[in-house]
């Protein structure tokens, strides 16, 4: 196994994902779907699978159930060659589980459990962090009650005192006064990757440049608000760039944004600037959308190097 660039840590879940149906069925009616999948779900999951497809060793930190399911998200990270000495088993806990149901024409619906997520704590993160870890990404930030505020900002600060880039995403549950939280943590974040929706609940600002510079003036020294099918924006101290989209099939949208985050950390790791970083994201991103699941349809590197080389991502310079 190669030595892990990147901690990938946070949500680790089960996912049942339906291949979209025509319309949802009446109580009582048996609805068939072309295919439905049991696979890896969650940030830290995704993420750690999407850059394993892109050459990028990584360890996921996070927390499964004494269930079969915990073993099947275990193997399943395992048949990618991923590190998961990180996850730890909570007895008496079920793993998280998601039912994501797709019906043609609409956004997903999404019926889950949150189980053994609920026990991840810093000291998940801390024992996982070493000095020759490139990359620490910690998806589902705000959703994770055990995971203590000022013990994650310190954890984040020693990471960037070593040279390891922090990314951090965050999975917002609904309305909350999640300011002060971020206080804390966004002055110790290399890239700050929220979508539109998670932010306008953070900030009660719809405008996503306004979300990107209130995040950047928070301390996170690139932000980047992504916007689902309308591409994203990115505001550092030196730049400032609105993208939009690369036209791909559209099937299923479970995904698509853990695959932009591990687009950008390759763009970190290889050493791209900003603008590159977005345009390995989007692509990644955009390429998840094809297939049913969160994982399936997600380029690998030669596929993702090679549609760069022949599609353009529109760009506008703010």
Known sequence: MREAEVVSAGVIVADHVCAPIPRLPNPGELLLAEDMLLTIGGCAANVAV????????????GCVGDDPFGTIV????????????????????ATSQTMIINVVGQDRRFIHIFGAN????AEDLRAQVTPQTKVLYLGGYLLMPGLADD?????FREAQEAGTKVVLD?????????LPRLRQVL??????????????LILGERDPVKQAESFHRLGARTAVITLGGEGAVLVSARERYRVGVYPVPFVDGSGGGDAFDAGYIYGLLRGYDALGCLQL????????????GTTPGVFTEQECLEFLRHHQLPVQKL
Do not use: W
Request: proline content about 7%; overall charge negative; some cysteine.
């Open 74 to 93: 275990r193997r399943m990270l395992e048949q990618y060659g991923i590190d998961t000495r990180g996850i730890r088993l909570v007895p008496r806990r």
């Open 187 to 200: 002055p110790y974040v290399d890239v700050f990757l929220p979508n539109q929706d998670e932010a306008e």
């Open 281 to 292: 994201a989007s692509a990644l991103g955009a390429s998840c959308v094809r297939a049913v």
């Open 50 to 61: 999407d850059l394993a497809k892109m050459h990028i060793a990584s360890v996921v930190v």
């Open 170 to 178: 965050v999975a917002v549950p609904g309305p909350a006064d999640y």
């Open 151 to 155: 013990a994650l900002a310190e954890i």
């Open 118 to 121: 609920a026990d991840f704590t």
